[in-house]
């Protein structure tokens, strides 16, 4: 059996604690600040530990990314990336990450990239609790911490976390049995090398789907994605996008994309070599590819297995109704842009299908009782793990998500301006009228916005 390439990036390996643990070859790369607190000074070293002593035909490389305190730079994972696919490097171990929303964009660009080159990416979650960066994206098998290698259905739900491994391994070193601290970042090395073994028993295996959809069926379990977030490059088939925002990704011809996203699902069988977002009005089954797949379904199933919240959303809900000729996606988009800019966390909202391709959250216009009952659950937890500051919801007439709004925006289509009307505890703020829409008077919106929200700050 050939040997398999497994890289640890992290602060880099000790050579020789690793050869006094039987772990005598190991190929190093410096570099040389994404991390949690913890001690890291063996850090890399007890991950290349874990792997090598639980996958023992794995050829070892460490890529050193962190400083000693494990902080490194975003920036550096495109380098990290490039070595490993110019060593041949197919499965990798990252026991770190972020939850800092403002690195969601790159990192997650950054992985869609590579993973479609062929790099199979597992990384442990925060050890904080909260929605974390690589390890949430679909493209990226997220581990935490358990005693018990098994799936994690709830943490995949909530944050995006596949897996849970024991982290509190036993080593045998300088005479003594040594047990690591349980930490997320040691259960990710133990996934990382029962992927690497399975990968060496199963060479068909060639993307991080597989390894998914394998590894969950070993636990008798269904691998759902929750949210089409793997998209590095889509193809549109048959229909004009409505909104003038952009779109998350590249748009590309359907030759060259990766992701099709599709209206019709008797198409689904042309395209089983593709991932398929699925934006259709039928429900459809998801079909038994070797590929990602999302439909509306996905994501209802998501919001009825929400557990129950624990208190009511304490962050502010702002609620935008507008009639079907406003471009409600890209109202969202521009005012989370706005949001972002001063370092604010908008958890945006839209009913709209197509909103899961600009990035926005998806929640499917509450027509029956079974989701209406239970988006209030959803979004606690939801804007709970991904440390949201607020909630910014669009609706159109006669729509409602059973979330009570703090602030509400009313925009209404005149000949020839659109009028926009602005409430807070039902009491009218402000009124604007705008004869054309751009970023210019989306700045106007938000300003009002901001001065309400920190109007009742001040006031608290």
Excluded at 159 to 185: M, R, Y
Excluded at 214 to 230: A, M, N, T
Excluded at 332 to 344: D, I, N, S
Excluded at 380 to 404: A, F, P, R
Aim: include cysteine; charged fraction near 25%; aromatic fraction near 10%.
């Amino acid at each position: 059996m050939n040997k398999l390439k497994i890289a640890v990036l992290d602060n880099g390996a000790d050579e020789k604690i690793l050869a006094l643990c039987g772990l005598p070859d190991i190929i190093q790369q410096n570099k040389g600040n994404i991390g949690d607190e913890e001690d890291l000074f063996l850090h890399g070293t007890n991950c290349a530990m874990i792997i090598g002593l639980n996958c023992a035909d794995a050829e070892l490389y460490s890529y050193k990314l962190l400083d000693n305190t494990g902080k490194g730079n975003v920036d550096d994972l495109k380098s990290a990336f490039d070595w490993c696919l110019m060593n041949n490097i197919r499965l990798v171990n990252l026991s770190f990450g972020t939850t800092h929303f403002k690195d969601k964009g790159i990192i997650r660009q950054l992985v869609n990239q590579y993973a479609n080159k062929g790099l199979i990416i597992i990384a442990a979650t925060a050890n904080s609790g909260y929605t974390a960066f690589p390890a949430s994206f679909s493209n990226v098998i997220g581990v935490k911490a358990k005693d018990t290698f098994n799936i994690d259905a709830e943490g995949l739900r909530d944050k995006g976390v596949d897996f849970a491994a024991p982290s509190e391994h036993k080593i045998w070193f300088g005479g003594n049995d040594i047990t690591l601290q349980k930490s997320n970042s040691y259960a990710a090395p133990y996934v990382t090398a029962m992927a690497g073994r399975l990968m060496m028993e199963q060479s068909w295996i060639n993307n991080v789907w597989q390894i998914k959809k394998h590894l969950y069926q070993k636990f008798r379990g269904k691998c759902v994605q929750y949210i089409p977030d793997w998209i590095e490059k889509g193809w549109i088939a048959g229909k004009v996008l409505k909104s003038k925002a952009e779109v998350y990704f590249e748009v590309a011809a359907k030759e060259e994309a990766d992701t099709v996203i599709l209206y019709d699902k008797n198409e689904f069988n042309e395209y089983r070599e593709k991932h398929i977002v699925y934006l259709g009005n039928e429900i459809a089954e998801q079909p038994d590819t070797q590929c990602f797949f999302w439909s509306r379904r996905n994501r209802k199933e998501q919001i009825l297995c929400s557990r129950i919240k624990k208190e009511s959303i304490n962050i502010p809900v702002i609620l935008i109704k507008s009639d079907k000729e406003q471009d409600q996606i890209w109202w969202l988009t521009e005012l989370r842009k706005c949001f972002e800019a001063e370092g604010y966390n908008a958890y945006a909202i839209s009913t709209e299908q197509e909103s899961v391709l600009y990035d926005l959250e998806y929640i499917p216009f509450a027509v029956d009782e079974d989701i209406s009952n239970k988006i209030g659950d959803f979004l606690y937890w939801q804007t709970y793990y991904n440390q949201s500051d607020l909630i910014i919801c669009g609706i159109q007439e006669k729509e409602s998500i059973g979330v009570e709004a703090d602030i509400f925006v009313r925009i209404e289509n005149g000949k020839k301006q659109t009028g926009i009307q602005i409430y807070c505890d039902k009491i009218k703020k402000t009124q604007m009228c705008f004869g054309t829409l751009g970023e210019q008077q989306i700045k106007k919106v938000y300003d009002c916005l901001l001065t309400i929200l920190t109007e009742d700050e001040d006031e608290e």
